[in-house]
């Protein structure tokens, strides 16, 4: 799953582990998290960064982190639902979307350092 930074690099990191997105999906079980070669330049994204080691990682772009389970994927029908979960995916009210988005929820992480890898 390709993820803008620092968002891949805060999932890897158990800060974040809900990944917001506009599509639900049915799979479960492991998957790659891919960093992308933009990254997300809202504020909010890089103020969890907190250790010299996650600023490293989340400087990484176009390859591989780590490995997660994905173990749900939550709908979001409502900005209040959406504003439940604020403190696992880590997104300003703002930017939900109606009518729904929905939240890929992630377990058992696991860095892989970086391997750079084309999305």
Not at 37 to 64: F, V, Y
Not at 84 to 105: A, Q, S, V
Request: proline share 8%; hydrophobic share 35%; with cysteine.
């Amino acid at each position: 799953l390709s993820i803008k930074q620092p968002w891949a690099s805060l999932i890897i990191a158990g800060v974040k582990t809900i990944e917001i997105r506009t599509w639900p999906t049915s799979k479960r079980g492991p998957i790659l998290i891919h960093t992308g070669m933009i990254p997300d330049e809202r504020p909010e994204a890089w103020e969890l960064i907190d250790t010299p080691e996650l600023e490293r990682s989340a400087k990484r772009m176009g390859g591989i982190l780590g490995r997660a389970d994905l173990v749900d994927c939550v709908t979001y029908e409502s900005l209040e639902t959406f504003k439940i979960d604020t403190n696992l995916h880590h997104n300003r009210p703002e930017w939900f979307k109606p009518p729904r988005m929905y939240g890929l929820k992630f377990d058992n992480l696991i860095s892989l350092g970086f391997t750079p890898l084309k999305g």
